[in-house]
């Protein structure tokens, strides 16, 4: 079983930035990817970057490519999420989750989720 916390959402202008974090625990060295999702209201869930854990390769959507970057602390067990240049149209719920067996964008192939951070983004 893992455990994830995410922390580090708010409020914040258009251009401005943010970073989430994501603290994992209990069985972590089963963790193979670890991935943020986002969600808007009225909007289905959508992939925004991924890791692996133990090689470090990374992976983005084409909407926050060259503004977020994913990174990995494996001895605190965290996850970030750094927000750059941020855009009204990043508002939404942001998800952290761990070790997909499917492609690191399918939502389906992560078994363990967290709670949800609120990111929104004035204009």
């Known amino acids: 079983q893992v455990q994830l916390v995410e922390s580090g959402g708010g409020l914040v202008q258009a251009g401005g930035s943010l970073r989430l974090s994501c603290a994992a625990s209990?069985?972590?060295?089963?963790?193979?990817?670890m991935g943020w999702f986002r969600q808007a209201p009225g909007k289905e869930r959508e992939f925004v970057a991924a890791?692996?854990?133990?090689?470090?390769?990374?992976y983005y959507a084409d909407s926050v490519k060259g503004r977020f970057t994913i990174s990995r602390d494996n001895a605190k067990n965290t996850v970030y999420l750094q927000m750059n240049s941020l855009k009204p149209e990043d508002t939404a719920v942001y998800y952290c989750?761990?070790?997909?067996?499917?492609?690191?964008?399918?939502?389906?192939?992560?078994?363990?989720w967290g709670q949800g951070t609120q990111v929104t983004v004035s204009s």
């Open positions: 989750a761990a070790d997909s067996g499917l492609s690191v964008d399918d939502p389906r192939g992560y078994d363990y």
């Open positions: 209990g069985r972590t060295f089963s963790t193979y990817v």
């Open positions: 890791i692996r854990w133990r090689v470090g390769n990374t």
